[in-house]
């Protein structure tokens, strides 16, 4: 485990539907951008501009595919077939792949989005899945650093990069507080920037969820913090 890390990266979810501008704004405070490409939400243009905002800004690339459930923003389990989520997981990041081949930049990792992440993190056949598809596509797959499914992904599966929430509660064990019920969301910079150092010698990259309440206020406030720790901002 990284435990003396004195480098972490902080990454934000985006191309979700926010404007331009404001993902703009906290894609200017992080170094790993996570686009969603289609399942839950963005298109080819907002794959586009994401990606050349990424590029100009230096940022690190990731695919963020989720279940094919716009309606619900993928925040919904949904029952599939292992095939079919490869499938359909495949498609969504060829197509981010596709997209950054055509402003010269690279996908650099795979992080599951919303309900397919939480279950990706317990259910060893949908993280086998997901796995699956990091490793033809030849990405690392970024996971909560506290999944019991990490063992089984182990051996001969993608790199795994460890990740942690500046913007979300957690359970004793580790494990999320699932949205809806209270204490599942931190909206205090203070506590945010304090979740942050707690985290960082833990896991690999630290998460604001563009979609958050006060999120540009949460991730300033979490760098302002870690690097005043000492802790350098970077992938």
């Known amino acids: 485990m990284p435990s003396s890390r004195r480098r972490i990266d902080l990454n934000a979810d985006v191309g979700e539907g926010l404007r331009a501008e404001d993902d703009r704004a906290l894609m ?23 990606l050349r905002t990424a590029q100009e800004l230096g940022l ?16 919904v389990s949904m029952t599939m077939g292992t095939q079919a989520l490869v499938d359909c ?12 081949l055509q402003t010269a930049t690279a996908v650099g990792y795979l ?3 919303g309900a397919l992440y939480n279950d990706a993190a317990v259910d060893e056949e949908i993280a086998q899945a997901v796995a699956t598809i990091a490793g033809l596509l030849g990405l690392p797959v970024m996971l909560l650093a506290s999944a019991p499914t990490l063992e089984a992904l182990g051996g001969d ?6 990740e942690g929430f500046v913007d979300r509660g957690y359970r004793p064990d ?6 809806g019920e ?21 896991v690999h ?11 540009e206020i949460l991730v300033r406030s979490a760098r302002a913090a870690l690097q005043a720790s000492g802790i350098e901002i970077g992938p």
């Open 205 to 215: 990259s630290l998460c604001v969820h563009s979609d958050s309440p006060s999120a």
């Open 157 to 162: 599966g993608p790199p795994i990069i460890l």
């Open 28 to 50: 200017e405070l992080v170094s790993s951008a996570s686009i969603a490409c289609g399942g839950h939400a963005g298109d080819i243009r907002t794959m586009r501009q994401a």
């Open 89 to 100: 997981l495949g498609e969504q990041v060829s197509a981010l792949q596709e997209a950054a």
């Open 60 to 75: 690190r690339v990731g695919a963020h595919p989720s279940y094919p459930d716009r309606e619900n923003f993928g925040r």
């Open 182 to 202: 209270p204490g599942a969301l931190l909206t205090d910079s203070k506590a945010a920037a304090e979740q942050a150092l707690r985290l960082a010698g833990s």
């Open 174 to 179: 580790g494990t999320l507080i699932p949205r």
């Open 111 to 113: 992080k599951p989005h």
